[in-house]
């Protein structure tokens, strides 16, 4: 497909110089004389690059177009022409989304490197977006629905990681959505017509689990009436999905090692060799570095295991995410009951979005099904949600009317965080692991979280009082 470019220039002489230099590179290009008209054009045609001089001589300059051009379409690529000493308000441009800048007089092979360099990166931007459309669309990722920085990067992972046969060590609290997650790596994959096989290694009694991972020989050990094939046997051509893998006894961690290393597995009670060609995702929501300097876990597995690591942030730490993910899980209850769909009263959803959700998106879901069928009227009130966790004595909610929402929000979860993880430090006499174990958090999280709200030690020494934060 052809690419759409929108030159915008105030000297003519200029202006027909670069529609003739792109046209030969075979680009669709159209001309603007002025920041005005450059922007009326944005607002009814669809570029795939703006190349704009940033001083247009009077009326709107070279950055307002640059801000039209993001706030019509964020995707549209912007390159800025700069006259002599004007760099530094170039760089200023490129902060505010520009892609790159060409200075006067520009050199044609430069100005077409530049071009090129552009709209490669506007492709592939454009094929990523694509791809985790049809990630959400296709294979539910309702789970991980998220506008914030930390979501937006492990969907980019994601992306980079579906085509290559990497190990992915997915860590997170209980019901932040794991096993999705590495369902909808192996769905995008070159492995996704072959199966997925995942196994709870929690779940598996301790001396069934090699039976289970590796398969057993009729007559390996009383109950073995058959031969049986086990789950990485299962999985061949495909992907396993090793759930809570730091339940993993030492010496399956050995044989699972060894099946990573050497592609081969023998079934217990078999001395033969099988070839397998699996990709290994695993999760966990324990500490392994811990672990493994605990001896409890296989280092040398550990690294096997984690060539990219993912750690999905709790519900909690993305508030900004509740609003929708409430209206998908009301949509879908309302589809899968045949009834018609509940709203949340702002009270309610309010309510959900200050809630501490130990048990994630998981929760969330469960208490919106609920509510979606107790609930009497068409309208779910705060007083028809059934929260397992109650809120923290003496959490300042209270904020002016007159804030913003957003502003509002903001200030209310943050005070939730700050009272909540003072609290919880100072019951474990501000030891970091314990805390972060008895609260359900990874401790890296717990750390990050501590630094983003300027938690001192003096705050949650037991001397002290507790701390109402962000609502003043």
Sequence with gaps: MTARILVVEDENAIRLALKGLLTREGYEVVLAEDGESAIEIQKREVFDLVLTDLALGRGASGMDVLKAAKELRPETAVVMITAHGSEKIAVEAMKAGAEDYVPKPFDNDELRVVVRRALDRHRLERENRLLLEQIQREYGFEKLVG??????????????????????????????????????????????????????????????????????????????????????????????????????????????????????????????????????????????????????????????????????????????????????????????????????????????????????????????????????????EESDLQLGMAQPQGLALEVSGDLPFGEAKRRTVESFERDYLLRALREHDGNVSRTAQAIGMVRQSLQQKIRELDLRSEDWSRDSQPTRGGTQ
């Excluded at 790596?185 to 598996?204: E, G, L």
């Excluded at 709790?314 to 045949?338: I, K, S, W």
Aim: hydrophobic content about 40%; proline content about 3%; aromatic content about 4%.
């Design 147 to 380: 506008a914030g920085k930390a979501m937006q990067r492990i969907f980019s992972i994601m992306q980079k990681v579906a085509e290559t046969d990497l190990s992915v060590m997915i860590r997170g609290e209980s019901g932040t959505g794991k096993e999705l997650v590495a369902q909808a790596i192996h769905n995008t994959s070159t492995r996704k017509h072959k199966p997925f096989v995942a196994v709870n290694c929690a779940a598996i009694n301790r001396e069934l689990v090699e039976s289970e991972l590796f398969g057993h020989e009729k007559g390996a050990f009383t109950g073995a009436d058959s031969r049986r094939t086990g789950r990485f046997e299962a999985a061949d051509g495909g992907t396993i999905f090793l759930d809570e893998i730091g339940d993993m006894a030492p010496e399956t961690q050995a044989k699972v090692l060894r099946v990573l290393e050497e592609r081969k597995l023998e079934r217990v009670g078999s001395t033969r060799s099988i070839d397998v060609d699996v990709r290994v995702i695993s999760a966990t929501h324990r500490d392994l570095e811990e672990e493994v300097a605990k001896g409890n876990f296989r280092e040398d597995l550990y690294y096997r295991l984690k060539v990219v690591a993912l750690e999905l942030p709790p519900l909690r730490e993305r508030p900004e995410d509740t609003p929708a993910l409430a209206e998908r899980f009301l949509d879908q209850v309302a589809e899968r009951l045949g009834r018609e769909r509940k709203r949340l009263s702002a009270d309610a959803l309010a309510r959900l979005t200050t809630h501490a959700w130990p048990g994630n998106v998981r929760e969330l879901r469960n208490v919106l099904e609920q509510a979606a069928v107790l609930a009497p009227g068409d309208e779910i």
